[in-house]
Structure formats: structure tokens, C-alpha cells
């Protein structure tokens, strides 16, 4: 169940939203497991002029995407190549012809399973339902 909030700049259109949000939920099923229909994407794009790096306005496009997961639940490995792979496919959608901000960020938030649910229900209360079945 995890939730991925992803900021962008420049802003995009309808489309490009669908297909970033396609093609991370399938990294996040494909690379960690997570389930699809219970996987969240929230986008928010944002004007050039309002994204800073280094003290000035980004000259090409950028991203931060913050991904949060249950705690202990994917190895180093796993996070590490999700980073990578979502790196180079925010990079392919928003900056085909290059010009991608290096300092584009992905980042793996791990909650500890009291501190978030979904369904009105927290990770640790699934976790024990499906250890009493």
C-alpha cells in the first residue's frame, strides 16, 4: 500500500501524468513487491520558476518523488534499484532529449507499521490478521 508523491517541473499535460503514474506503480509492483490496487500516486507539477537548485531557478526539467513503505519490508538492494529505475524513467518521460536536473531526488520513506494503514486499518493490524489465518 504504499503511497508515492511525486513533484515535478515543468508542468505537463493530462497524458504525461497517466504515464508516470502507470509506469511507477509498476516499478513499485515490479521491483518491490507492492500491490497495485492498493498503490497511491499523487502528482503535483510545478512552474520552472517555482524549483531551485543550488540557489537558482532549474534550467531543464526535475523531479522529487518520495515513495513511503512499510518498515523492513524490502532489502537495501531492492530500494537501491528501485531508485535507479525511477530515476531513469522520470528522466525518460520528462526529459527524452536530455536535460534532466541531476539533482532530481527519489526518496524511500519507511513507516513503521502502527504509524500508517489504509481501509481504516494500520499495516501492523494486517500483519497480525493474516499471521492468525
Known amino acids: 500500500m504504499p503511497t508515492l508523491n511525486l ?5 505537463q499535460n493530462p497524458e504525461r501524468y497517466k504515464a508516470l503514474a502507470a509506469a511507477l506503480t509498476t516499478l513499485t509492483a515490479d521491483i518491490l513487491g507492492k500491490r497495485p490496487e492498493v498503490t497511491a500516486v499523487i502528482i503535483d507539477d510545478l512552474p520552472r520558476a517555482r524549483w531551485w537548485v543550488g540557489g537558482g531557478p532549474v534550467q531543464g526539467a526535475t523531479a522529487q518523488l518520495d515513495i513511503a513503505i512499510t518498515a523492513g519490508t524490502n532489502t537495501e538492494a531492492e530500494k537501491a534499484r528501485f531508485i535507479e529505475s ?11 532529449d536530455g536535460g534532466f536536473e541531476v539533482a532530481s531526488y527519489v526518496a524511500v520513506r519507511e513507516l513503521p507499521a502502527t504509524d500508517w494503514g489504509f481501509g481504516g486499518q494500520t499495516q501492523r493490524a494486517r500483519q497480525l490478521a493474516r499471521a492468525l489465518v
Not at 513533484?7 to 508542468?11: F, G, H, S, V
Open 86 to 96: 525511477a530515476f531513469l524513467e522520470l528522466q525518460r518521460q520528462l526529459a527524452p
Open 7 to 11: 513533484k515535478i517541473a515543468p508542468l
